[in-house]
């Protein structure tokens, strides 16, 4: 019996997709590349609906209507000092749509409901429409929101082991039914032995009729097509049938990665049709979804462990997710006070002041300059995470360096409390994530611009965030627990896949 009709016998699911197809009558074209041009013309072609999303979210990117670092938002001042400044923290899980979270969701959140109605069929198929997504996302966004192209590279690597995990699944599954159906035919065999135990030829027959059973329906030749895998070879043949063999699968393999859709090159698991993987990739979005709406509140767990009694806390401008910190561990009867740095040019630190103290915090608003006066008062450093880079260093927003500059040269310990949605997989380099936006906000264009002016010839950088070493660091507080920037590369290797780190650039 060939291994393709036991796979018939068993009923297992081949992979091929274009047979489907023609016995459904739906002319489907597949998804042979990752580009985001390719991506964009098959949602045209079979899922118009949801390219129409996609475009809606893209456009809200670049608009800034969805992000909290975009230029437009940065720079307006008078919005940050109006709003009340508890709205962010009524309503839903989060709040104001200007919150990276926010974001985040909403991605997750567009990703599941491509993913879970289109039309793919393999796991090859999948991780190539993830990228493909990931670099229209990630270009949208751009370096103000990296979170976008972070949990793109989680659900990657979500795929690939429910991928993995489906695969051997299945092979589980089949080599424990054939394991039934060689016990049925052996107990059928020695049921007619029994029966014609006179007939010693007969007998000597289905001997070998009951061997060569055994053999056609080991593992061994589910896994293997070729005969001689089948049949022990002879002594004499061993070493050409080896040969022939390692060529062949050689052979197949190249042939396979030469056939094989796409731009990038998969396993060949990734190439193969397997019912229970839509289901249980649609379980791993889930979770995800399901640790982002739980961020805040492990995060906030963990506060009374790094705030004590009668300590002075020092913040740099303004964070939900500093400023929750702090409250969790008032709620819980904890008396500090907090030193907030007004954050100039934006000055969100006078928001930030304003909703601690209506919480009954005792606050403190101080310029930026007077950060080295007063930190020999300070007991810790709390800085909010634009991102956290690979070598365990921080993006946080501009100013955040000077004040770790002083924390270190006072011996104050830097906590940075930050979602593990903000890992990012780069090294820093020149610019690293950062956004550079109209001097407006430090300098009015009037004052240049008046005659004989001696800023003329001045040039004026405004970075929105600032790089700061992992030797300025001292603790990483997540939603998983807290960890000191040497350990960040092995949650990298937890959370992404080292051949997704450069999907997008």
Known sequence: MSPSAISELLDVPGSSTTQRNEESGAKVVEISSSSPSHIRAWLKHNHPKHLSALDKFEIQLRLGKLTTSSTAFTRS???????????????DIFGSGRNRRYVTFRTVELLRTIVGE?????GGQLMMLLRGLGKELHGAGGMREPAIGNVVRRIMCCVREEVHSCATTSASTLALTCGHLKDNMERMSLDDSKDQSGDHVKR????????????????????????????????????????????????????????????????????????????????AIQEVMSELEDLHK???????????????????????????????????????????????????????????????ITTTVIN???????????????????????????IAPSGSHMVALSARSQSVPVIAVSGMFK?????????????FVSPGSVMDYTSINSGGSALENVEFINPVHDYIP????????????????????????????????????
Not at 368 to 394: C, E, Q, W, Y
Not at 476 to 499: C, H, K, M, W
Request: charged residues 20%; negative net charge; hydrophobic residues 40%.
């Open 77 to 91: 001042t008078d919005s940050a000092l109006s709003a009340d400044p508890n709205s962010s923290l009524k309503g």
């Open 470 to 505: 992992p030797q300025l660091i001292d603790l990483y507080v997540t939603n998983i627990g807290a960890f000191q920037p040497s350990y960040i590369y092995r949650l990298l290797a937890e959370y992404y896949n080292s051949d997704d780190w450069e999907s997008f650039e």
């Open 204 to 283: 000597g027959s289905l001997s070998a009729t009951t061997l060569q059973l055994q053999r056609t329906l080991s593992l061994s030749s589910m896994l293997w097509a070729n005969p001689h895998q089948v049949d022990p070879p002879k002594r004499n043949e061993l070493r050409r049938i080896r040969s022939e063999s390692v060529s062949s699968i050689d052979r197949q393999q190249s042939e396979h990665s030469a056939s094989a859709p796409g731009d990038i090159n998969f396993p060949p698991v990734f190439y193969e049709y397997n019912a229970q993987l839509r289901s249980a990739v649609m379980e």
């Open 118 to 122: 289109t039309r793919w069929n393999t």
């Open 298 to 360: 492990n995060i906030n767990e963990q506060s009374t462990s790094h705030i004590h009694a009668d300590e002075i806390i020092l913040v740099y401008a303004r964070s939900k997710t500093v400023e929750l910190f702090l409250k969790a561990a008032a709620a819980k009867k904890r008396q500090f006070q907090v030193i907030v740095c007004e954050g100039a040019p934006h000055f969100g630190g006078h928001a930030m002041a304003k909703s601690l103290a209506a919480s009954g």
């Open 368 to 394: 930026d300059s007077a950060t080295f006066a007063l930190m020999a008062r300070v007991n810790k450093v709390i800085l909010p995470a634009h991102a956290v880079l690979a070598d365990g260093g921080l």
């Open 423 to 435: 890992l990012c997989p780069f090294f820093p380099h020149d610019n690293t994530l950062n956004d």
